[in-house]
Nanobody, 121 residues
Framework: QVQLVESGGGLVQAGGSLRLSCAAS????????MRWYRQAPGKQRDLVAA???????NYADSVKGRFTISRDNAKNTVYLQMNSLKPEDTAVYYC???????????????WGQGTQVTVSS
């Protein structure tokens, strides 16, 4: 089994910063793409940022220039540095990863349990 555990959420004032972490553990051979999603109350879950094992990144337009995704492949961990936070960034943030459990096995997608980020105005 594979587990993704997020940490680093909390309450911050507008203009502030937070750093989210997501550590993958368990039966892991390799991790391809790692992603951060977010879901605000009453809204769909949206992709925030993604990073490949080689370090290529992409971002939602709403966070470009403010958020930075990075990863430590040796630790199977992905980070999301969030700067210049706005009230509209308030959401539950979820980690997501494409994981292969064996050298020749398929990739499966796993999700973390989510961490709350609240930005006050």
């Amino acid at each position: 089994q594979v587990q993704l555990v997020e940490s680093g959420g909390g309450l911050v004032q507008a203009g502030g910063s937070l750093r989210l972490s997501c550590a993958a553990s368990g039966s892991i051979f390799s991790i391809n793409v790692m992603r951060w999603y977010r879901q605000a109350p009453g809204k769909q879950r949206d992709l925030v940022a993604a990073i490949t094992s080689g370090g290529s990144t992409n971002y939602a337009d709403s966070v470009k220039g403010r958020f930075t995704i990075s990863r430590d492949n040796a630790k199977n961990t992905v980070y999301l540095q969030m700067n210049s936070l706005k009230p509209e960034d308030t959401a539950v943030y979820y980690c997501n990863a494409d994981v292969s459990r064996t050298m020749t096995g398929p990739m499966y997608q796993y999700w973390g349990q989510g961490t709350q980020v609240t930005v006050s105005s």
